[in-house]
């Protein structure tokens, strides 16, 4: 009685896989409709590798509004320096301009956009690098930390109108702050009887650019300041002043001059003799 045996798995396989695309017996397994295992992995690795590109590539387009960062590093001069700018649609624009006397313009000059660099402690470092952070409806440059300090104590202090009038209920300083005019008049006093010591902060918090608009001077954007300064410096300039209409015309005058003596002399002399 002969007795059946089973084929071995290479050479089943040997009959199903072309010749030069068998990689093992466990790879070159048959899943389904004539196509080896091998072929499955391999579409799953390139599914990963995939995959692991659109993350980065997602994650990168997310950290476009800081690409500035690079570039502006890479043509800074040392009279330029880094400028965040928030614009008044909030993009960030990440760039480079000129400073000179704690006044930021742009290298183009037909923008006559300028702020003022009014304190040291304005200055943010991201890398390492000391950049400013300015606004297209400010003229100055932003201080966060000063700004979420005084918009969170400002609101505090409007919340509790009541108790503060009970508390010091002579004072004429206690009245809502609404905007910058109320500050100047009552509020920065009103502050500072309330925090005499300075103004507390919390020590995490977030900026929001939005609520600090509300505490703005009205009519301070950076057009309007580059724009004064530009006509304070022509002002300066030395007016050349017209010359007279004799040395004007000097050359002129001596030319009609000579012109004159020769018909004269013309006229005088006889002809023909």
Not at 1 to 27: H, R
Not at 184 to 191: D, F, I, K, V, Y
Not at 210 to 229: A, I, N, Q, V
Not at 235 to 254: E, G, S
Request: hydrophobic share 45%.
């Amino acid at each position: 009685m002969t007795d059946i045996i089973a084929p071995q798995i290479s050479t089943i396989q040997s009959a199903v896989v072309p010749q030069g695309m068998s990689i093992n017996p466990l790879f070159d397994w048959v899943v389904m409709v004539g196509v080896p295992f091998w072929v499955f992995v391999l579409c799953f690795l390139i599914f990963c590798m995939a995959a692991v590109w659109v993350y980065w590539v997602a994650r990168i387009k997310k950290l476009s509004a800081v690409k500035g960062w690079k570039e502006s590093l890479q043509k800074m001069s040392p009279n330029d320096v880094q400028v965040w700018l928030i614009t008044r649609t909030l993009n960030l624009i990440i760039g480079c301009m000129e400073i000179e006397d704690n006044v930021l313009s742009y290298h183009d000059k037909t923008k006559l956009g300028m702020w003022h660099h009014n304190t040291r402690e304005s200055v943010i470092r991201v890398g390492g690098n000391p950049a400013v952070v300015v606004s297209e409806d400010f003229d100055q440059t932003r201080d966060f930390i000063s700004e979420i300090a005084l918009t969170d104590n400002s609101d505090e202090f409007n919340a509790n109108q009541e108790e503060l009038k009970k508390e010091m209920p002579e004072s004429k300083v206690i009245a809502p702050i609404n905007d910058y005019a109320d500050y100047e008049t009552h509020g920065r006093l009103a502050l500072q009887m309330v925090h005499p010591d300075g103004l507390p902060m919390k020590s995490y918090n977030i900026f929001n650019n939005l609520r600090f608009l509300k505490y703005f001077p009205k009519g301070c954007s950076h057009m309007f300041f580059g724009t004064e300064l530009a006509y304070d410096a022509r002002l300066l300039k030395p007016v050349k002043k017209d010359d007279k209409f004799w040395a004007k015309h000097a050359i002129l005058i001596l030319v009609i001059i000579v012109v004159v003596a020769a018909l004269a002399a013309a006229w005088f002399v006889p002809l023909g003799h």
